[in-house]
C-alpha cells in the first residue's frame, strides 16, 4: 500500500522559514514525477512545486518562485519544500503527492498517490 505522509508544517509568522518533509512508502518514486499542492479554506487545491527526477524538471508556482525550494532523496522516497519568507498568503494546508510515472504534471487530477496533509499558518 502506497503512502505519503506530510510533516514539518506549524505556526509562524511573516517572513519566518519552515521546511515540510514527505516521507514515500509502498513503491520506489525514483522514476516517478512528485509535487507539492496546497489548499487554503475556500479555495480549490494548488499547485506549489513539483520535481521530475527522471526527467531532471523542477518548476514552481510564481506566486513562490524565489521562497520556495523543493528537493528530496529519491533513493530514499522523501520529498522536501523548504519556505523562506512566509507571507499570510502562504497559510493552507499542504499535500505531498506522487504520480506512478515520470512526466511532470501541474494538475491536481493528473496525481495518483496523496498525503493527509500539514497545515501551515503565517500570521501577519
Known amino acids: 500500500q502506497v503512502q505519503l505522509v506530510e510533516s514539518g508544517g506549524g505556526l509562524v509568522q511573516a517572513g519566518d522559514s519552515l521546511r515540510l518533509s514527505c516521507a514515500a512508502s509502498g513503491r520506489t518514486f525514483g522514476s516517478s514525477a512528485m509535487g507539492w499542492f496546497r489548499q487554503a479554506p475556500g479555495k480549490t487545491r494548488e499547485f506549489v512545486a513539483l520535481?521530475?527526477?527522471?526527467?531532471?524538471?523542477?518548476d514552481y508556482a510564481d506566486s513562490v518562485k524565489g521562497r520556495f525550494t523543493i528537493s528530496g532523496d529519491s533513493a530514499k522516497n522523501i520529498l522536501f519544500l523548504q519556505m523562506n519568507n512566509l507571507e499570510p498568503e502562504d497559510t493552507a494546508v499542504y499535500f505531498c503527492?506522487?504520480?506512478?510515472?515520470?512526466?511532470?504534471?501541474?494538475?491536481?487530477?493528473?496525481?495518483?498517490?496523496w498525503g493527509q496533509g500539514t497545515q501551515v499558518t503565517v500570521s501577519s
Open positions: 503527492a506522487a504520480r506512478k510515472g515520470g512526466r511532470h504534471s501541474y494538475f491536481v487530477s493528473e496525481y495518483d498517490y
Open positions: 520535481i521530475s527526477w527522471s526527467l531532471s524538471i523542477i
